[in-house]
């Protein structure tokens, strides 16, 4: 069995099929980042076993580009929820920082790679994403804006359970659109596998045809 990982997979079909060997690609949705894009991850057989001419060989390939998906509504939401969405959404790259404001742990701007970016705009889950939050050192002191604690207490209660309502609404809608996404993404790649599958069957077919006529030919 050839060893044909970390290859190109155009690379490693031409010696997959020079040794007689039939393959399928089985993953080809998960993109690796130390890894180029179209390369062989993996394969099954393992390389060097002994195997049957006619087993197929199963491919694992690194998708062309990292998944995009749609950034979520994050501002005025608690950051630490925020961060929590994103990962669940597959974000691999997200960071989080504070300035001075009177709301205290709460979202009050998003970036991506450096840039502001509007919600529902899709984004690499690669992308570089930074939440800031509030810290909540300005304190406004107005006496006219100062409330009973104890009904304080029931405001921030009632708060905290719509902001946890509409992070679990949007968490769902937010997971729900990242695997359309990859759906997708997988179902475009596949279909571009296929279209060069049997480009290059139809090469081969040529090639041998060609081969016969010129035998054709030398016995005329």
Known sequence: MPDVRNMPLEKAIDILEDAGLRWEISDSTTFY???KPGTVIDQDPKAKSYIKKIRIIYL??????APIIPLPKLVELPGRQGM???????FKHVTMDSVASEMSGLILQVTVDGHNV???????????????????????????????PELMDSIDELNYEEDQKRYEEEMKAAQARA??????????????????????KDQDKKKDQD????KDKKKN
């Open 211 to 214: 081969k016969k006529s010129d």
């Open 33 to 35: 980042e130390n890894y």
């Open 179 to 200: 695997e359309q996404e990859r759906k997708n993404q997988a179902a475009e790649e596949k279909k571009d596998q296929n279209k060069d599958k049997d480009k290059k």
């Open 84 to 90: 929590a969405m994103l990962k669940a959404m597959g």
């Open 60 to 65: 694992s390939v690194n998708a062309m580009h």
């Open 118 to 148: 509007a919600p529902g705009k899709p984004v690499s889950v690669n992308s570089q994403i930074k939440i800031t939050v509030g810290d909540g050192s300005i304190v406004d002191l107005n006496p006219e804006q100062i409330i009973d």
